[in-house]
Structures are given as C-alpha cells and as structure tokens.
C-alpha cells in the first residue's frame, strides 16, 4: 500500500512540475505574496496563508481566483511543502501542490474552489481538519485549460486520517 501511495505523490509531483513548465510559471518570485484585491462584496472576507512553491503558475492561478472572490490572500513561498503537509495531518493520498491555512486552523488542500471553502467555514464538519481536491483536475480553479474539464471531488478531511466526499464538481460552472 506504501508503494501506491509514494508512486502517488511522485506522479503528482511530475504533472506538478509538468503542468509550471507549459504554462511558462514564473521562477522569480521569492519570499511572500499578498493580494488584497477583490470585487466588492457584502460576504465577509476570509484570509488564507497558502504554502506553495515559488515556481507554480497553477498555484498563482489558484490565489487569483480566491481573490476575486474577496478572500485575503498570503503567498508563502516554502521548498518545504511535504513537511507543512505534514504539520497540518493531510495524509499523501489527499496532497495536490499547495496548502491554505485558515485564520482557524482549517486547511484547504489543491484546487478547492472558493464557494467550497468559504461554505464550509461558515458550517465547519465535526472533526474536521478541512477541505481537499487531490491531485490537479484538469479545469478546477487555477488547472482551467481552455474548455477541458474532468469531473473531481472535494473531500472533507477528517482529524483521524480519513476522509468523505463533500461535494461532486461535474461541470465548469458549479465551481462558481
């Protein structure tokens, strides 16, 4: 079983890598982000420390897509994502390429889209460490590649290790 899940987090880690090579991601970037743009809204902002690596342009896309929907975003740049992962219990079956951290403590594994986290923090599960879409599918938030799609789930992750699906995403527009 150990085999599998390695063979898992090395095979993430190649379309991780992959995935920044062609869409050009920036290399320069050190050290923190911050954006605080968004539209305005009457739903209170929420704030998120999302640990990625300096490299990932999906993981840019990922934060662009939170701020426009009034979160507070802070980039942390860190070679250490399997140790943060770690630290916040998110077992390698659940890993995509970065980690958010709400003001709670909740974490927010991948390309979990805003409505998602923003419904479970205003309802949180019992037992529950946070939220997680494993992998990267191919058109959840930040991974959009013209009108692909592939159907993905959002796990609920849970303090003992196990997790449960939270919702089915099918389409585009039910990410929104």
Same mark, same amino acid.
């Given at each position: 079983?150990?085999?599998?899940?390695?063979?898992?987090?090395?095979?993430?880690?190649?379309?991780?890598?992959?995935?920044?090579?062609?869409?050009?991601? &920036? /290399? =320069? $970037? *050190? +050290? #923190? &982000? /911050? =954006? $605080? *743009? +968004? #539209?305005? /809204? =009457? $739903?209170?902002?929420?704030?998120?420390?999302?640990?990625?690596?300096?490299?990932?342009?999906?993981?840019?896309?990922?934060?662009?897509?939170?701020?426009?929907?009034?979160?507070?975003?802070?980039?942390?740049?860190?070679?250490?994502?399997?140790?943060?992962?770690?630290?916040?219990?998110?077992?390698?079956?659940?890993?995509?390429?970065?980690?958010?951290?709400?003001?709670?403590?909740?974490?927010?594994?991948?390309?979990?889209?805003?409505?998602?986290?923003?419904?479970?923090?205003?309802?949180?599960?019992?037992?529950?460490?946070?939220?997680?879409?494993?992998?990267?599918?191919t058109g959840?938030?930040?991974?959009?590649?013209?009108?692909?799609?592939?159907?993905?789930a959002v796990?609920?992750?849970?303090?003992?290790g196990s997790?449960?699906?939270?919702?089915?995403?099918?389409?585009?527009?039910?990410?929104?």
């Amino acid at each position: 079983m150990n085999f599998y899940l390695n063979l898992r987090t090395v095979v993430v880690a190649l379309c991780f890598s992959l995935f920044c090579a062609v869409t050009g991601a &920036e /290399s =320069s $970037t *050190q +050290g #923190k &982000e /911050s =954006s $605080t *743009q +968004g #539209k305005a /809204s =009457s $739903t209170p902002a929420v704030e998120l420390q999302v640990f990625k690596s300096a490299q990932c342009g999906c993981c840019k896309k990922w934060m662009a897509h939170l701020t426009l929907r009034d979160f507070i975003i802070h980039g942390q740049d860190t070679t250490q994502l399997s140790t943060v992962k770690q630290q916040h219990g998110i077992a390698a079956e659940h890993q995509s390429c970065h980690t958010a951290v709400s003001q709670q403590g909740f974490v927010f594994e991948g390309h979990v889209p805003a409505r998602f986290i923003r419904q479970f923090l205003q309802d949180p599960v019992p037992d529950a460490i946070g939220l997680s879409v494993p992998g990267m599918p191919t058109g959840s938030p930040g991974m959009e590649m013209g009108q692909r799609f592939e159907p993905y789930a959002v796990l609920v992750l849970f303090k003992d290790g196990s997790s449960d699906i939270y919702a089915r995403v099918t389409n585009a527009s039910e990410q929104y």
